[in-house]
């Protein structure tokens, strides 16, 4: 209960001041504008840019993982290969002795 009387005392104390000090409060408001869009504009290139960052870091990491997965197919097939070679080896020293 005490925070709601002190809550409806506060808005009507700034109610008061606002009135009584327009003048000052715009002055006070000129000048605040330009300093927090400035501020703004800076939050929202350097969120920007960490943005593309994270993309980038991404695109890399998706990259390197389709790479490792060529070289693992990649070996695989070489064994493959030289399961083949062998087997055809085996088959040409069978024909050779058949002969």
Known sequence: MSLLIGGAVAVII?????ILWWVDF?????????IILILGGVLGVY??????QDKLREERQRQ??????AREEIEMIRAQAEQYREELEKLKENAKKTE
């Open 64 to 69: 390197e993982e389709s790479l490792a997965k």
């Open 47 to 52: 969120i920007g840019l960490d943005e593309i």
């Open 26 to 34: 715009l002055i006070i408001l000129k000048g605040g504008i330009p």
């Open 14 to 18: 700034g109610l008061i001041g606002l």
